[in-house]
């Protein structure tokens, strides 16, 4: 890698990681091809990006970021998982750790905030911003719908009151 490769990564990771609504630090102890193509296919499908950088740029990219903190965080074979939402890629990182011991969970980084490893699993365990839209428009949905049912019903009991009525009168 020349110079010039060096500081196209290093800017491309700059950017990257200036975007990023979360940043997951991952030390990679011996993945297969096989194996980080399925973690990157992973990644890639929920919106994240995982990426293999020499901790040196790494560290130099970190600057002028607000993940200058997690530069500790990168010693040894390490990876870095990114991503907008601010769960997808701890959720990613977390649950292929757990069925592969090869990869384990160094810590990470939201905003200013540096994260261990519990802080990275605790956030993987929150919903995604998608499941908080959803259940955001579940919410919001109910109520009108139990407002119609409670306008309808006393019409529907009227109805069924004259119904009544009228058939008492028939027989």
Do not use: C, H, W
């Amino acid at each position: 890698m020349d110079r010039a490769e060096k500081a196209e990564a290093v800017s491309s990771l700059n950017a990257t990681l200036s975007n990023a609504a979360a940043v997951v630090i991952v030390r990679n102890l011996g993945l297969t091809v096989a194996q980080s193509t399925v973690l990157r296919e992973q990644m890639r499908n929920a919106g994240a990006s995982f990426k293999v950088t020499k901790n040196r740029l790494a560290k130099i990219a970190l600057d002028g970021t607000s993940y200058t903190g997690i530069s500790d965080l990168l010693t040894g074979p390490t990876a870095i998982a990114t991503s907008t939402d601010p769960v997808a890629a701890a959720k990613i990182a977390v649950e292929f750790a757990k069925t592969n011991d090869k990869l384990e969970i160094v810590g990470g980084g939201m905003g200013d905030v540096v994260l261990d490893v519990d802080g990275v699993k605790a956030l993987a365990s929150l919903p995604s911003l998608d499941e908080l839209r959803g259940k955001l428009v579940g919410l919001l949905q109910a109520p009108a719908t139990k407002v119609a049912q409670i306008t309808a019903a006393p019409a529907g009991q009227l109805a069924r009151v004259f119904g009544a009525y009228g058939a008492k009168e028939a027989a």
